[in-house]
């Protein structure tokens, strides 16, 4: 992978409202603890489900929306 698509993956992690520390982590190519590999994993996982949350509030859901200003404020105040 080189720094192209590191930089996109990295803006595509903040476009699903990731905080940066989170988003090296998860861009981490080899977690050196077994903390840091099953964060990375649990946020990799999360990223899943932001996308279709993301998604679902762009398109109108009142639940999704809820949760996506949830997360604009927990990046904000870091």
């Not at 803006?11 to 699903?16: A, F, K, P, R, V």
């Not at 998860?26 to 998604?55: D, F, H, W, Y």
Request: hydrophobic share 35%.
């Amino acid at each position: 992978m080189d720094a192209t698509d590191i930089l996109k993956q990295a803006e595509e992690l903040g476009n699903l409202l990731f905080t940066q520390e989170e988003i090296k982590i998860i861009l981490n190519t080899s977690p050196t603890t077994i903390q840091t590999a099953i964060l990375k994993g649990q946020l990799t996982t999360e990223a899943e489900v932001r996308k279709t949350v993301i998604q679902q509030a762009k398109g109108g859901s009142g639940e999704a929306q809820k949760l996506v200003e949830k997360w604009i404020k927990r990046y904000r105040y870091q």
